[in-house]
Structures are given as structure tokens and as C-alpha cells.
């Protein structure tokens, strides 16, 4: 029992692990973005491969901690939840790497005017992600829903940003390239918070149990 | 064991039921966006809540079958891709209500031009969402391949659309809200297939077991 309790903290110390490497993906996306970082933005294709090789080794120890006796239906939740969350986890880290390519892209467009609200809409994002991985770890009810509000505020800026990009690429045929390519940043931005919102609503369900999905009946 | 097998065929019933509902989806909001066909539309949206419905009831069933017992090697694996399919499935449902919110922006904005290759794009991943989940119910991985080789060509076709309506837009600023909205069309299209794409190697994940993915160790 005492070993698979430290397979369990294991489990938890590699999803923060991954976390980590994803939030720093992600910011490095926006700085490639903002500041035309072509470094930030070599970094981050670079560490893909070791968050997808990460992504495959959490799910097979997961997978490996679900055949290796029956778990009790606590352990049972948080293995389905860490299973969801890497998988959270690793779409955000190819998010960030759809954010590169269109940063890649944007540098070798004219900048005509920056995208006022995508640095704002980025931290608020940022800080989702962060939230949402402590939540997980402190099981933090409070943090968690947090993020759930947050998501609106979100999506309130995205449509903000498409309708002042809409608007420029309107005022020129030169703005239009460059406009798309900062639309698809807000909208893998607000994919990003998505999955933050998918982790903070496991972290509920991890913590209240049953009583979050009305539907959930964990008893045979 | 018997009823453990029953319900086993109970969750992929349902799986395949699931699918009905999600490719009818996707189906309609392409008849949305091509036809302008609003009641299309607003049948998609209709049949959202079901789709969320069955998502949490397959997420439990399966749930609860890992904790009924241990169960054996072969078919802790089809649960745990039960529940990635559902996942996938899911959020095919979520990209035809995209879609479907395009449609119903398209359908108040003059037609200027056709997209002529969405249909052709909707086409081949409809095909795409079809065998992945035949390819599941039969277990059969030169299905599941094929739909693997689908993939590149739908980008190919989403490459082909993104330029030709970057040009579009470029020629009017009338078109440029249209385009954008085609576009998402044409993203939220491509991601259906990223998601046909996981089920086909969950599928071949199933089907051969360990060597499919060199780092998976199923063996305590």
C-alpha cells in the first residue's frame, strides 16, 4: 500500500513537472508573439518533444497504477483525473506551439499595429493555467473556481480582439495576412484557458466527488 | 464475468450511438454553412445537450467498470480508450456547434463566393470520423491507417482553403468578416479530423496492444 501511495505522489510530482514545462511554453509563445522573439520561439519547438515524451510516460504510469490492483474510489478519481489532465496539459503545449508558428509568421510580416489586448488576454491565461495546477495540488475548491470565472473574462477579450482585428483588416489589404495570423493567436489563447477550465472543473470533481456531476455514481 | 462482458458491449453500444449523433452534427453544420440552411442549424444545437448527456454517462460507465473489479490487461486497455473516444467524440460535438455559430453569422452576411473546397474538406472528414469509429467497432487496423492517411490531405485541403480565402479577403473589405468566419469553418473542420485521427490510434493502441507506442508498459 505504502508504494503505491509514492507511485500516486510520483504521479502528482510529474504532472507539475509537465506543468511547469507547459506554462513556460506557453509565455515563451506570447513573448515570440509580441516582441518578434524568434529564440523564444526555437526554445519552445524545442522542448515539444520532451513534453510529448512526458505525456506518453505519465499515461502509461497511470494506466500501469489502474491494472496494478484495485484501486479505492478516491485513488480510482484522481488516476481518471491525472489522466485527464495530461491530456490537458499536452494540447496546451501544442497550443503554444500553434501560437510559434504564427509568431514565425508574423515576423516576416510588417507590424502595422500591435494587438493591444492579446498581451492582457495572454496573462489572464497564464495565470488560469498556473491557478489550475495548484488547484490540483492543494485541492483547493477555491482556487479552482476561480478559474471557472475567469473563463468568461476570457472569452469577453477574445471577442474584443477579433472585433478590433476585423476592423484593421478591413482598413487594409496589407493588414489582412498579418490580422489572421494574430486572430489564430487569440483563439489558441482561448483554447488555453479552455483546457485550464477542463483541469479546474477534474480538480472539483476529484475534491467533492459525486456530488459535482450529477450523473457520476461511482458505486457498482 | 458474464455481466462484466455485457457491459462491456453496453459501453461500446453506446460509444457507436454517440457517433451517430456527433457525424449527424458535424454533417448538419456543413448543410448550415453551404446552404445557409438555418434549421440544420438549430438541429445541431438542439441535439447538443444530448451529446454532453451521453458524454457523462459513458464517462461513468467505464468508470465504474475499472472500479467493479480488476479487470484483465485487454480490457483495462478498451476502457481507458472508451473513455479517450468519448472524449474525442465530445468535442466533435463542440466543433460542429462552432461551426454551426459561423453558419448562423454567414447566413447575414452577403455571399460573395462560395468556398469551394469546404465541401470537399467536410467531405473526406466526415469519412474520416466514420472509419475511425467502424474501424473501432471491428477492431480492424487497416481502417484505422487509412484514416491516419486521411490526415495529411485534409491539412493539404485546409492549406488550400486558408490561401484562397486570404486572397478573398484581401480583394474587398467586404469579405473580410465572411472570410474569417469561413476560416474557422475550415479550422474547427480540421480539428474534427485531429480527433478522428486519435480515435484511429486508440483504435491500433487497442488492437496491438504495447508495440504501437514503444513506451507504454502495461505490466506492474
Given at each position: 500500500?505504502?508504494?503505491f ?32 522573439d524568434?529564440?523564444?520561439?526555437q ?62 509568421s ?35 475548491v ?14 469577453d ?21 498579418p ?8 483563439r ?19 475534491v ?6 450529477h ?6
Open positions: 500500500m505504502k508504494h501511495l509514492e507511485e500516486l505522489g510520483d504521479l502528482k510530482q510529474r504532472l507539475l513537472e509537465m506543468g511547469g514545462l507547459v506554462e513556460s511554453a506557453i509565455y515563451r509563445s506570447i513573448v515570440a508573439v509580441v516582441e518578434k524568434a529564440d523564444q520561439a526554445q519552445v519547438l524545442k522542448n515539444e518533444a520532451r513534453i510529448n515524451q512526458m505525456e506518453i510516460e505519465i499515461d502509461d504510469l497511470a494506466t500501469r497504477l489502474l491494472a496494478l490492483q484495485q484501486p479505492m474510489a478516491t485513488d480510482l478519481r484522481f488516476l481518471t483525473v491525472a489522466i485527464k489532465i495530461n491530456n490537458d496539459l499536452e494540447r496546451m503545449g501544442d497550443l503554444a506551439v500553434n501560437i510559434v508558428e504564427r509568431a514565425l508574423l515576423m516576416q510580416e510588417p507590424v502595422i499595429r500591435p494587438a493591444i489586448d492579446i498581451p492582457q488576454m495572454a496573462k489572464l491565461t497564464e495565470s488560469m493555467v498556473h491557478k489550475s495546477l495548484d488547484a490540483f495540488v492543494r485541492s483547493d477555491e482556487l479552482a473556481r476561480a478559474v471557472l470565472l475567469s473563463d468568461d473574462a476570457v472569452d477579450l477574445r471577442d474584443g480582439i477579433y472585433e478590433e482585428l476585423i476592423d484593421f483588416m478591413q482598413e487594409s489589404s496589407d493588414q489582412v495576412r490580422g489572421v495570423n494574430l486572430m489564430f493567436v487569440a489558441n489563447l482561448e483554447r488555453v484557458a479552455d483546457h485550464a477550465t477542463n483541469i479546474a472543473e477534474d480538480v472539483l470533481f476529484l467533492q466527488g459525486v456530488e459535482v456531476r450523473h457520476a455514481n461511482l458505486k457498482p
